[in-house]
């Protein structure tokens, strides 16, 4: 794992929670859930990119790391939303394990993911989205059980980012920006099979589109004008 390029994070990972489990690194990886290593490893990853952007200066450093605050923003939320009913929810957990889980960047950082710590219910949750405007109406869709998940409205809102990132000139975000959108296009794909297979034809239009006209933001942007 070293010598891969995500190497440095799997040791950063390794010493930090190797000390707090009595030094032997088999334990973490034995006794450490999959998805709190995964976690854990995009947190560092992102934290490294942002102060690496930075440094780049000029459109990329402003549309990068717009692009990587709210990555990193959806981390924390999600994060938080799928400890529900886990351990990490427990009282102690959450200011240890969980919390540290959080990405050192972001809009909510540091004010909202210190208040993300403390937690424990969906209504909780939504109290303290409801600070943040960009992100309390991606959680009322949530809060609303409509057909639309939560998932949904963030490829929503970062599509709209992604497509955006292509107005400007001269900066490297547009690589970032084109290779999210063609994940985006692999999980429409992916989405269009299963309703296929499923026999669900009539779900089949639940995707987000990519560049299209029928986007949803740029639906709304028309009817504004």
Not at 56 to 83: C, F, H, P, Q
Not at 180 to 198: A, F, G, P
Request: glycine share 6%; hydrophobic share 40%.
């Amino acid at each position: 794992l070293v010598d891969t390029p995500v190497g440095p994070y799997f040791a950063m990972f390794l010493q930090e929670s190797s000390s707090s489990m009595g030094g032997e690194v088999r334990n973490v990886i034995e006794e450490v859930e999959i998805e709190i290593i995964k976690s854990s490893l995009i947190k560092y990853w992102l934290e490294d990119f942002s102060q690496y952007v930075a440094k780049l200066g000029g459109d990329t450093a402003e549309i990068m790391g717009e692009l990587l605050k709210v990555r990193a923003d959806t981390n924390a939320i999600n994060i938080t939303l799928n400890s529900f009913g886990t351990p990490l929810n427990d009282p102690a957990m959450r200011s240890s394990d969980r919390k540290r889980l959080y990405p050192a960047v972001g809009h909510l950082y540091p004010s909202g993911t210190s208040m993300l710590t403390d937690v424990s219910n969906e209504e909780e949750l939504g109290r303290v989205l409801a600070l943040f405007p960009q992100y309390s109406s991606i959680w009322n869709v949530h809060a609303a059980g409509a057909d639309k998940s939560i998932d949904d409205a963030f490829y929503e809102r970062d599509v709209e980012a992604l497509e955006l990132a292509f107005e400007g000139q001269m900066h490297f975000g547009a690589f970032y920006a084109y290779v999210k959108l063609k994940e985006q296009e692999i999980r429409n794909l992916v989405w269009i099979t299963e309703c296929i297979l499923q026999s669900q034809k009539d779900e089949i239009h639940k995707f987000v589109p990519v560049f299209s006209h029928h986007a949803p933001w740029r639906a709304s942007a028309a009817k504004a004008r």
